[in-house]
């Protein structure tokens, strides 16, 4: 199984500021990693997928990057409602595992 | 409008069993291959079961492998989670979700508790 580490568990911003958060893999994945983001009392919501792709309707200040091992969620500049906990998840192998979530608070 | 409605939660004892449904609209349901993800309450994410968009192939998380059975109907666009042998640890919400790359399509989840 893969495990997903993702870093740091909280991180805590002021709206406009810019966010980096970090997922790694514990194996290689190519870039067959997604990003979701999960407010609270809401079903997740998909932000990026093969690594770098914005989903339909996501902001331009959200990006991601990566490869391998090593993945970057970067949200350029934090707006009030960017404030929740993202994942992220490999479909590169069965079982599919997500990371443990990285809270981005006030 | 795509869109994904669970229902099928309750309350039930622990060795009971329940069956889930996730009904699809605004889309080819029959194109597509969709997963069951759960979240235990204040927990992560965690991917239950898949069935490809056919129902020929399916894969289980370990944690359910052996009690938890995914199927769907194509005719009446509707996914279902059949939960046999319910344990305390299985106390979650449970989400559907269309498989894009990644799950770009999640439904609002429905839940489950299973206590004495």
């Known amino acids: 199984e893969i495990v997903m580490t993702q870093s740091p568990a909280t991180l805590s911003m002021s709206p406009g500021e810019r966010a980096t958060l970090s997922c790694r893999a514990s194996q290689r994945i190519a870039s067959n990693l997604a990003w979701y983001h999960q407010k609270p009392g809401q079903a997740p919501r998909l932000l990026i997928s093969g690594a770098s792709t914005r989903a339909t309707g996501i902001p331009a200040r959200f990006s991601g990057s990566g490869s391998g091992t090593e993945f970057t969620l970067t949200i350029s500049s934090l707006q009030s409602e960017d404030f929740a906990v993202y994942y992220c998840?490999?479909?590169?192998?069965?079982?599919?595992?997500f990371g443990g979530g990285t809270r981005v608070e006030i | 409008q795509v869109q994904l409605v669970e229902s099928g939660g309750a309350v039930v004892q622990p060795g009971g069993s329940l069956r889930l449904s996730c009904a699809a609209s605004g889309f080819t349901f029959s194109n597509y291959a969709m997963f069951w993800v759960r979240q235990a309450p204040g927990k992560g994410l965690e991917w239950v079961a898949f069935?490809?968009?056919?129902?020929?192939?399916?894969y289980y998380a370990d944690s359910v492998k052996g009690r938890f059975t995914v199927s769907r109907d194509n005719s009446k666009n509707t996914l279902y989670l059949q939960m046999n042998s319910l344990r305390v640890e299985d106390t979650a919400m449970y989400y559907c979700?269309?498989?894009?790359?990644?799950?770009?399509?999640w439904g609002r989840g429905t839940t489950v508790a299973v206590s004495s």
């Open positions: 998840q490999q479909y590169n192998s069965w079982p599919l595992t």
């Open positions: 979700a269309k498989r894009g790359e990644g799950m770009d399509v």
């Open positions: 069935i490809r968009y056919n129902g020929t192939t399916k």
